[in-house]
């Protein structure tokens, strides 16, 4: 099982719904969580931490569930410049080096 | 304020030969980390500075590979005698410090496009 795992979608989604992603980690001693949201050909760029109480920016949620190992991202009012693909970002208790997920690609359309 | 830096923004190159990608951190950081991605891949973890201490090279693909950091601030990843299967793009991030969040949040440069001929 690898260490962190997301679907690859896409996930085809009109303007205005709302869309939820989901990312599973196999390491019960992760700690740190992070959703990055990464655009054609750039470079990753981070969209929020995730912590244990779950947190809010705007029309982004992120929550935790530590029994069942995953973390979520719920995009509400979905724009057209949303679009992008999502990666899940783990990282051990002890260790210092992260590990991505695969990334899940959104597709908001008119 | 200045973000991550990274150049060249592109660079081809012959196989067989020896390449030289460039770092510069956010000012402060004291992490740095550098990444390779392949089209349509994941992030590909190579190597890990922290301050004055011992760089975490676990993730070197091969003898070919290696990086200096120096003075505590920029970064220079060499890769000699390229290989094909060396294309990519390699990302360079930095944080603030090792520990939790916000502190371990990274920003990533732009990257620098390899392609090998």
């Known amino acids: 099982r690898k260490e962190v795992e997301q679907d690859p979608g896409p996930f085809n989604v009109p303007e205005g719904a709302t869309v939820a992603f989901n990312c599973t980690y196999s390491?019960?001693?992760?700690?740190?969580f992070f959703w990055y949201r990464q655009d054609c050909r750039k470079e990753p760029k981070l969209l929020m931490s995730?912590?244990?109480s779950g947190n809010e920016d705007g029309r982004f949620t992120a929550q935790l569930n530590r029994a069942s190992q995953y973390i979520s991202l719920l995009i509400r009012d979905s724009k057209l410049s949303d679009s992008a693909t999502y990666l899940c970002?783990?990282?051990?208790?002890?260790?210092?080096?992260?590990?991505f997920g695969r990334g899940t690609s959104l597709i908001v359309h008119p | 304020g200045a973000g991550v830096s990274q150049s060249p923004s592109n660079k081809v190159t012959e196989k067989g030969k020896d390449v030289e990608l460039r770092c510069d951190p956010i000012?402060?950081?004291?992490?740095l980390y550098w990444y390779r991605q392949s089209l349509g891949q994941g992030l590909e973890f190579l190597i890990y500075f922290q301050g004055n201490s011992a760089p975490d090279k676990s993730g070197l693909p091969s003898d070919r590979f290696s990086a200096e950091r120096t003075g505590g601030s920029v970064s220079t990843l060499t890769i000699q005698r390229t290989q094909q299967e060396d294309s990519a793009v390699y990302l360079c991030a930095s944080s603030l410090a090792s520990g939790g969040p916000p502190y371990n949040e990274q920003f990533f440069g732009p990257g620098t496009r390899l392609t090998v001929l």
């Open positions: 000012s402060g950081h004291t992490a």
């Open positions: 995730v912590y244990s």
């Open positions: 390491n019960s001693a992760s700690q740190s």
């Open positions: 970002v783990v990282r051990r208790g002890g260790s210092y080096i992260p590990t």
